[in-house]
Nanobody
């Protein structure tokens, strides 16, 4: 069993920066891929960024050039810069067991096996 815990959420002004972290515990595996997803009230969940077991990174078009995902052992980070009001959402980290399917590269929520509780990010204008 793997447990994921996010931290770093909060409120920030438009144009500002914020860093989210996710720590994995339990029976972790370095070959798991990991990703960030977000969901605003009344909106569908969307993938933000993912990193596979080999370090290949994928970003949603809406965050390219502004967000940076990184991974070091059992810690996943998301550096968010030039934040916009539309970035307001609850951010969840997730992980998928090794598979022939590249769930994290595809930012595919249904392929994730483990989820954190989420951390709220609020951007004010």
């Amino acid at each position: 069993q793997v447990q994921l815990a996010e931290s770093g959420g909060g409120s920030v002004q438009s144009g500002g920066s914020l860093t989210l972290s996710c720590t994995a515990s339990g029976y972790t595996n370095s070959r798991y891929c990991m990703a960030w997803f977000r969901q605003a009230p009344g909106s569908e969940r969307e993938g933000v960024a993912g990193i596979d077991k080999d370090g290949k990174i994928t970003y949603a078009n809406s965050v390219k050039g502004r967000f940076t995902i990184s991974r070091d052992k059992n810690t996943l980070n998301l550096q968010m810069n030039t934040l916009k009001s539309e970035d307001t959402a609850t951010y969840h980290c997730a992980a998928a067991r090794e598979s022939i399917y590249d769930w994290c590269s595809g930012l595919t929520a249904y392929g994730m096996d483990y989820w954190g509780k989420g951390t709220l990010v609020t951007i004010s204008s």
